[in-house]
């Protein structure tokens, strides 16, 4: 589905170059959900960014393949990844409070991508936004709510109608729940379940939360000082760890309880 | 720092004129007030800056105008700043109905024109020089008042402030030691925005007869006496004025300097 | 140690603890439960008196001044410590408001705090931005400390830390209630690492206290649906 190939990203600080994510390769295949397991600067935030080329200076980045349908995004012009933004591979970020417009109804937002890709009459762009706020379960009668009159939950929804509102085939989320309860985020986590069936998705999830990989994704991909140190079914991974950083990981999980 | 080139530009000019300033006794080719030519003469090699309608010195009377000019501006600045602050960390601190008196008290005195307040003020008193720097003083601390005020709401939110509180600090100590070095660099700003202020000020409450009386010589009296001579004796009016445009804007180079170094930093190299 | 009888505290329309009675004994761990608006950071704010309650009162056995017995590690360790006070100057702190020690003796005593939080002692003269996040969370345990505390609120002392860290720091917090007879009342969001500090388990929702028991019994078998709601959503490994 999604082929990534000693993907690198370097960031220029003042005090020197740090490899943020250094010679990265896994695939992600069709209809899973692969998670991105790694703890504060292991690099898995900057991996996500990449894979739709979104490093912005001081970051760059420096070598690595990521194909996409046979092309390699980091090869693509300009034109052509705008047209895989969105449409092909859409993102789900961490906060919910500042990912959308506070001026904004919810629906001219969730119909912005639909108008840029698919370049539909504003009629059918709100049908397929109604649609899209269906999907996750909210109400379409409040296509023309302002995103104050939700609450955090409710906006991460919107937020995922935004970004399924092209039906992309590819998901990637970043930390969504991380700013919300953890009853919440267990309504966001199954409602990611739903759509992924729904829409025939295949998700990337990079967190730190070892629970929700757990509970929600089929292979995990382990992460430290941006290199992966081990990838595999995520039972097999949590349950009979072979790397050192993995074990030291589970025994610390396993002593929190 | 690094970047600001204006910033640094302002900073020399500033200090250069300090130093001009401080020594104008030992720089000063003649005594302020020494009628050393007939009537006005043109900049020339032993009055480089020209002399004025009485025959004294423009680079004399400039330098020892830059002592009082520069002063009434720092004084006039240190009198606001000590007003607004307090009055701003009161307010942002204690909030409620404190907050609001004081806050309404800050808008009278600004929806007061102020040079007609001045003026007032200057009428019934004698105008001398420190008159000059109070009267300005007392009426431009508004602007840091609700400053200081809107960093104390941002800060008093902060953790470290509760943490403060928890552990047993007082009020006194929260606002002295906690609070207010964290607000410092809005205020720094203010200072240096302020003094380009009440230099201007100055220079028009002299211009307008109110401010620094002669014989002392200030940049805004010098000024004033070019009035009837700006066709005549041209450079009698240009050496002040760009001297008061000069110091002004380095004032405001090195402000915007000091605003630019302590705006949030690019995030770079996120997790 | 702590009996809190009816408490209650309202924010105009709004009841941020409602009714709640609750006694913290000496020597345990209890762990406090509640998700956004469940009123669990308003108790911990009416325990250590920072504001005052509407109705209701707290008795404290054994604490003679509750400014200096009672003191909180806040969540956030690079938000509670002011960026421009040094590390050692933070902890000495609180002696110097309560005047506990003559101003020859005070460098010592934050020397020895900081190695109670294993911290090398150089550490007293950095400022907070120069240490990691559990290198800072430590710092906020030693002036915690520093006044000679009996008991510490915990507010979510680990949850803005990573894996390793959370162990670590959780360990200290444990060595240090044995050494130093401590009594914690520790504040989570969830019930993920609760367990691994608390004697007993209390759950809030909505400004009341809705279920209180042994750990094992809340963990295991809670009585409430919405603990039970709770306990399923918690990432636990």
Known sequence: MLEVRNLSVNYYVDEGTVNAVAGVTFNLKEGEILGILGESGSGKSTLGFALLRLVDRPGEIVSGE???????????????????????????????????????????????????????????????????????????????????QFSGGMRQRVVIAMALACRPKILIADEPTTALDVTIQAEILALLREIKNQFNLSIIY????????????????????????????????????????????VDCLRELG | MRRNKAAIFGLAIMAIFLGLAIFAPVIAPYSPDEISSAGASPPSWQHLFGTDDLGRDVLSRSLYGARISLSVGAVAVVIALLLGTLAGAVAGYY????????????????????IFLILAIQAMLTPNIYNVMFVIGLTSWMGVARLVRGEFLRIRQLQYVEAARAIGCGDLRIIFRHMLPNAQGPIIVAATLGMAGAILTE??????????????????????????????????????????????LSLYFIGEGVRETLSPKERHAGS | ????????????????????????????TLGLVGESGSGKSTLARLILKLIEPDSGRIDYQGIGNIRRECQIVFQDPQNSLNPRIRVGEA???????????????????????????????????????????????????????????????????????????????????????????????????????????????????????????????????????????????????
């Open chain 1, 66 to 148: 990521i194909i996409l349908n046979g092309l390699d995004i980091l090869l693509m012009p300009e034109r052509e990844l705008r047209r895989v933004r969105g449409a092909q591979i859409a993102m789900v970020f961490q906060d919910p409070f500042t990912a959308l417009n506070p001026v904004l109804t919810i629906g001219e937002q969730i119909m912005e991508p639909i108008v840029l890709h698919q370049g539909v009459k504003r009629g059918e762009a709100r049908a397929k936004a109604a649609e899209a706020l269906r999907a996750v379960k909210i109400d379409p009668a409040r296509i023309d709510d302002y995103p104050h």
């Open chain 1, 206 to 249: 990079i967190t730190h939360n070892f629970g929700i990989i757990r509970q929600l994704c089929d292979r995990v991909v382990v992460m430290h000082r941006g290199a992966i140190v081990e990838e595999g079914k995520t039972h097999l991974v949590f349950d009979q760890p072979k790397e050192p950083y993995t074990k030291k990981l």
């Open chain 2, 95 to 114: 909030g409620g109905w404190v907050d609001g008196s004081i806050m309404r008290a800050v808008d009278v005195m600004f929806a007061f024109p102020s």
């Open chain 2, 203 to 248: 220079s028009a409450l002299s211009f307008l007869g109110m401010g620094v009386q002669p014989p002392m010589s200030s940049w805004g009296n010098m000024l004033m006496d070019s009035q009837a001579y700006m066709r005549d004796a041209p450079w009698m009016s240009i050496i002040p004025g760009l001297l008061i445009m000069v110091t002004v």
């Open chain 3, 1 to 28: 140690m702590i009996e809190i009888s009816n408490l209650t505290k309202k924010y105009g329309e709004l009841v941020a603890v409602n009714d709640v009675s609750l006694t913290i004994k000496q020597g345990e």
């Open chain 3, 91 to 237: 902890i000495a702190e609180p002696i110097v408001i309560h005047r506990l020690l003559p101003k020859s003796a005070i460098n010592d005593r934050v020397a020895a705090l900081l190695e109670m939080v294993k911290l090398p002692i150089v550490y007293a003269k950095r400022f907070p931005h120069e240490l990691s996040g559990g290198e800072r969370q430590r710092v906020g345990i030693a002036r915690a400390l520093a006044s000679e505390a009996k008991f510490l609120i915990l507010d979510e002392p680990v949850s803005a830390l990573d894996v390793f860290i959370q162990v670590e720091v959780l360990k200290l917090l444990k060595e240090l209630k044995a050494r130093l007879g401590l009594t914690y009342l520790f504040i989570a969001h969830d019930l993920s690492v609760i367990g691994y500090l608390s004697d007993r388990i209390a759950v809030m929702k909505e400004g009341r206290l809705i279920e209180l028991g042994d750990k094992k019994a809340v963990l295991i078998s809670p009585r409430e649906e919405y603990t039970r709601k709770l306990l399923a959503a918690s990432p636990r490994f």
